[in-house]
């Protein structure tokens, strides 16, 4: 039973950090293509981090 569980909560956390992963790519391709390119780099990943912020703590 607790080999199950363990096992689900691995998938879970997985799949979690997948999801996190597309969420953080995507987002760092439209502000870099929002900014051009090497514009504002600092800048972007302050937004990325809070946008991230804002997606764990609704989850």
């Known amino acids: ?6 096992h689900l909560w ?7 950090i997948s999801m996190l992963y597309r ?8 502000i870099n293509y929002f900014n051009g390119f090497h514009h504002g780099k600092k800048r972007n990943q302050e937004v990325i981090k809070l946008i991230l912020c804002s997606v ?3 989850s």
């Open 56 to 58: 764990c703590s609704v």
């Open 10 to 16: 691995a998938r879970y956390l997985l799949y979690r």
């Open 23 to 30: 969420i953080y790519t995507t987002t760092t391709i439209y």
């Open 1 to 6: 039973m607790e080999t199950a569980k363990a």
